[in-house]
């Protein structure tokens, strides 16, 4: 018996991997974050397994389910959202589960920032003009934050920046980011990319605010801002595929 941690991708139920796909299929136990999965992912599932909604779960109770399948010599699906990888308590779970002596193993997905970034039509490495992406979140009524990473810290590169779990600071955030990236620097939302409510909206950092606070977004969205968002954005040649670059070895 073995827990499969899946990345869910950012929801839409086309945009799993073909394993994500068989394991569901073959596991007649799956643990799923309803608030951010579109039922349609839990259609991949064989008819007769036991569906176990996690979002009012507690990381103890979600272990209980899943040692509970272990003695019961089930495989589980443990839909995660986005990829494992993100702010998917992999490693609070897999550390439990290895203190009960549960195997487990890890599926990739499609993380929602490349999910967003897809619905937007935009690279977010452009050449000579950003070539770096910072994964990140703020603290409000949240776990603490290393003081390292201070957003400050992370805006004077100049980097693309993808702020999850942050919607609700918008506001606050935006005002905090245009000493660094000026009040022209586009910016965007992307709200639960690729379900059938998704929403995007644009703008810069002088007025996402306005967007996503007439939109009444509240979770399940993504902040991107930096240079890369650009619309029509003109820019240079990248090295590998410059022609003026000898390709004779």
């Given at each position: 018996?073995?827990?499969h ?5 950012p929801g ?14 073959r596991?007649?136990?799956?643990l799923?974050a309803g608030?951010?999965l ?5 259609a991949h599932?064989a008819?007769g397994t036991e569906?176990i909604?996690?979002q009012?779960?507690?990381?103890d109770?979600?272990t209980d389910h899943?040692v509970r399948?272990h ?7 443990r839909l995660?959202s986005?990829?494992?990888s993100l702010?998917s308590?992999?490693?609070e779970?897999?550390r439990r589960l290895?203190?009960?002596?549960v195997?487990?193993d890890?599926t ?5 920032y490349?999910?967003a970034a897809?619905l937007?039509?935009?690279?977010l490495?452009?050449p000579?003009l950003?070539q770096s992406?910072v994964l990140t979140r703020?603290?409000a ?7 390292s990473?201070?957003?400050?810290n992370?805006a004077?590169?100049g ?6 779990l942050?919607i ?14 000026g009040?022209?620097?586009p910016?965007?939302?992307v709200y ?10 644009r ?6 605010a306005d ?12 902040i ?5 968002l650009t ?9 590998l595929y410059d022609?003026?670059?000898?390709r004779?070895g």
């Amino acid at each position: 018996m073995t827990v499969h941690f899946i990345g869910a991708g950012p929801g839409a139920a086309d945009l799993l991997t073909v394993r994500a796909v068989e394991l569901l299929r073959r596991s007649p136990v799956c643990l799923f974050a309803g608030t951010y999965l579109d039922p349609e992912v839990l259609a991949h599932c064989a008819p007769g397994t036991e569906l176990i909604d996690t979002q009012h779960l507690d990381i103890d109770q979600i272990t209980d389910h899943l040692v509970r399948a272990h003695r019961a010599g089930q495989d589980v699906a443990r839909l995660c959202s986005g990829d494992p990888s993100l702010y998917s308590a992999l490693t609070e779970q897999t550390r439990r589960l290895d203190a009960h002596s549960v195997p487990w193993d890890v599926t990739p997905g499609v993380p929602a920032y490349a999910a967003a970034a897809a619905l937007l039509g935009t690279e977010l490495t452009v050449p000579e003009l950003v070539q770096s992406v910072v994964l990140t979140r703020t603290q409000a009524r949240s776990t603490a934050m290393p003081e390292s990473e201070a957003l400050a810290n992370f805006a004077r590169t100049g980097a693309t920046l993808v702020l999850h779990l942050a919607i609700t600071r918008i506001r606050t955030l935006a005002g905090e980011l245009i000493a660094d990236y000026g009040p022209d620097c586009p910016a965007a939302v992307v709200y639960r990319a690729s379900q059938p409510d998704q929403l995007i909206l644009r703008g810069t950092l002088t007025g996402i605010a306005d967007q996503v606070e007439a939109a009444g977004l509240r979770q399940a969205a993504i902040i991107l801002v930096g240079r890369a968002l650009t619309p029509a954005l003109d820019c240079t040649v990248s090295h590998l595929y410059d022609p003026a670059r000898r390709r004779d070895g």
